[in-house]
């Protein structure tokens, strides 16, 4: 019996301790934009228990420096939250940050989801995620480069770099011609770049592989800086107006979620 009543008495404190962690939790976070700071009035009745097992809960992460004491007896979050900031900064990178995002724009479009970056005079496939109800066979694999004029990844990065920059890439690259449909103008390519910032997104019509549509957002860092893109390609044919202008929408909502992400890691 002894050891049933050990039994009974660890797990009992296990649950205890579960229940500590998850309150922890609900105190964190409750921590937004707009609420900077809490007081115990509010953990009490966000938590729905004794003021006075609040501060024992406060108190606790005040000590482990999850919290610190603000003016008027209200608390804030302390340093120990920082450095886990800090932390998850140094591990976290692009790739990670994209990669949900890259599944949903998938299957909200049911059509194949890049995530591309250019480095120099190339852009690099970093990541797909393929649609489960439809397939496309295209050039971008992981890994994979393409010269700078080819692609809607390519010219949505390009495009929101500095002109003269951009013309100077261009002129330093090798510009190659996959179809018919390829430009490797170097004026050509800039007139198309000026189009593609007017409207925030590049749209391309079998310009590398044939009766490929292409549309692609750009993704900035932390200092506005265009480095990156997320784009959808789908077999042009099966691609109505509509449906267009509805991968449009999802490609540069899901540009603008992985740039604020990618903002609060830079901050």
Same mark, same amino acid.
Not at 10 to 36: H, K, Q
Not at 61 to 83: D, I
Not at 98 to 117: F, I, K
């Given at each position: 019996?002894?050891?049933?009543?050990?039994?009974?008495?660890?797990? #009992?404190?296990?649950?205890?301790?579960?229940?500590?962690?998850?309150?922890?939790?609900?105190?964190?976070?409750?921590?937004?934009?707009?609420?900077?700071?809490?007081?115990?009035?509010?953990?009490?009745?966000?938590?729905?228990?004794?003021?006075?097992?609040?501060?024992?809960?406060?108190?606790?992460?005040?000590?482990?420096?999850?919290?610190?004491?603000?003016?008027?007896?209200?608390?804030?979050?302390?340093?120990?939250?920082?450095?886990?900031?800090?932390?998850?900064?140094?591990?976290?990178?692009?790739?990670?940050?994209?990669?949900?995002?890259?599944?949903?724009?998938?299957?909200?479009?049911?059509?194949?989801?890049?995530?591309?970056?250019?480095?120099?005079?190339?852009?690099?496939?970093?990541?797909?995620?393929?649609?489960?109800?439809?397939?496309?066979?295209?050039?971008?694999?992981?890994? #994979?480069?393409?010269?700078?004029?080819?692609?809607?990844?390519?010219?949505?990065?390009?495009?929101?770099?500095?002109?003269?920059?951009?013309?100077?890439?261009?002129?330093?690259?090798?510009?190659?011609?996959? @179809?018919?449909?390829?430009?490797?103008?170097?004026?050509?390519?800039?007139?198309?770049?000026?189009?593609?910032?007017?409207?925030?997104?590049?749209?391309?019509?079998?310009?590398?592989?044939?009766?490929?549509?292409?549309?692609?957002?750009?993704?900035?860092?932390?200092?506005?800086?265009? @480095?990156?893109?997320?784009?959808?390609?789908?077999?042009?044919?099966?691609?109505?107006?509509?449906?267009?202008?509805?991968?449009?929408?999802?490609?540069?909502?899901?540009?603008?979620?992985?740039?604020?992400?990618?903002?609060?890691?830079?901050?």
């Amino acid at each position: 019996m002894s050891g049933q009543s050990e039994q009974i008495k660890a797990e #009992s404190g296990y649950r205890e301790r579960n229940s500590t962690a998850d309150r922890a939790l609900e105190i964190l976070n409750m921590f937004e934009d707009d609420v900077p700071v809490v007081s115990a009035v509010q953990v009490a009745e966000r938590l729905g228990v004794a003021r006075s097992t609040v501060y024992r809960y406060l108190q606790s992460l005040v000590a482990n420096r999850y919290l610190e004491e603000a003016p008027g007896g209200r608390f804030r979050l302390g340093m120990r939250v920082l450095e886990l900031a800090r932390l998850a900064r140094r591990t976290h990178n692009l790739t990670d940050i994209a990669a949900p995002v890259l599944e949903e724009l998938a299957e909200s479009v049911n059509e194949t989801a890049l995530l591309t970056r250019r480095v120099g005079g190339v852009v690099t496939c970093l990541d797909r995620a393929e649609s489960h109800a439809h397939r496309v066979r295209i050039s971008y694999e992981r890994g #994979s480069t393409l010269p700078v004029n080819a692609g809607a990844s390519a010219l949505v990065i390009l495009a929101f770099a500095p002109p003269a920059e951009a013309k100077e890439i261009l002129e330093s690259s090798p510009l190659r011609r996959f @179809t018919p449909a390829t430009l490797v103008d170097v004026e050509s390519v800039m007139t198309r770049l000026e189009t593609i910032r007017r409207h925030g997104y590049a749209i391309t019509r079998s310009e590398v592989d044939h009766d490929v549509l292409g549309i692609a957002a750009p993704i900035r860092d932390g200092s506005g800086r265009a @480095t990156a893109a997320i784009s959808v390609a789908a077999v042009a044919s099966r691609v109505s107006t509509q449906f267009e202008h509805e991968i449009i929408t999802a490609v540069l909502a899901a540009a603008a979620r992985i740039t604020a992400e990618v903002a609060v890691l830079d901050a």
